[in-house]
């Protein structure tokens, strides 16, 4: 049994949406800004190892390995990557900074130890979750999931690279208070004051969050495309991230549409 949108809404608002980026918006100062942007790959040595393996397999598809260069050769964005024993199942993106042109110029993805491990929710993660039949069948290694979870973060840095500095902060800013009312209000989206809050924010805080997880699967899908293409169960696989994205993320549904558009062997299957 699948628990209630409402619940998933309480659940997002208290957990995932006030801790994670209250904790950006301390590292997100205006610093100096970079000559040129480049990739620092910041590996304890313990995970150099595996790290390596998960790299080597995002390097495999082509969409991968043309948004690596991308971020090797950006003109200023420096984009560290990390891993840490924390979330070790998840991955996260912070520490953004902006130069005075508004421009992004610095980025952290920090990698669990364990990313070729755990499928989150389909609810929110419908293609990451799709992945789970495919690996306890051995028709994919974990390193593939590694690899789609660092395609996911990848989407995360390139979403937040079109976003205006000035509205990621007043949506940092205003999160917060908008939680404390409609914890407070009796959970009342009506509430004049978060009608208002969530104007001026572009939308309520699980609306933010649930957009950017869905921009990250739509990296995510955008790299499976390329890596499964030519596995017998491409259709398969790309068949249950519709039926989840039709079930739980029917407002989104266009940009997975759009990925599944670009190329003939996903359209060719039931994306229509
Ligand atoms: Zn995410």
Redesign the pocket.
């Known amino acids: 049994m699948r628990p209630s949108p409402s619940f998933y809404f309480l659940f997002m608002l208290v957990t995932l949406f006030a801790v994670p980026l209250g904790i950006a918006a301390k590292s997100s100062e205006k610093s100096v800004p970079s000559a040129t942007g480049s990739i620092r790959e910041e590996i304890p040595d313990a995970y150099k190892e595996r790290y390596q393996r998960w790299k080597a397999e995002f390097l495999t598809a082509e969409i991968g390995q043309a948004q690596w260069e991308l971020y090797a050769r950006h003109p200023q964005l420096v984009l560290t990557i990390t891993v840490s024993r924390e979330n070790e199942f998840g991955a996260g993106s912070g520490k953004y900074k902006w130069n005075a042109a508004g421009e992004l110029i610095a980025a952290t993805v920090t990698l669990g130890a364990k990313i070729n491990e755990g499928f989150p929710s389909s609810v929110y993660y419908p293609v990451m979750n799709a992945l789970e039949p495919y690996e306890k069948q051995k028709l994919i290694s974990g390193n593939v999931l590694a690899a789609t979870k660092i395609a996911?973060e990848f989407g995360?840095v390139m979403k937040i690279g079109t976003i205006a500095e000035p509205l990621y902060h007043l949506q940092l800013r205003l999160a917060p208070i908008y939680n404390t009312i409609f914890l407070s209000n009796g959970h009342n989206v009506d509430d004049p004051r978060l009608v208002e809050l969530a104007r001026q924010m572009g939308g309520n805080p699980v609306q933010i969050w649930e957009d950017?997880?869905y921009w990250?699967e739509a990296n995510a899908m955008l790299y499976l495309r390329d890596r499964v293409a030519k596995e017998r169960f491409h259709c398969r696989l790309f068949n249950q991230i519709k039926r989840s994205v039709e079930e739980y993320a029917k407002p989104y549904e266009e940009r997975f549409t759009a990925i599944a558009k670009s190329q003939g062997v996903i359209y060719s299957c039931s994306w229509r």
């Open positions: 996911h995360h950017r997880e990250g």
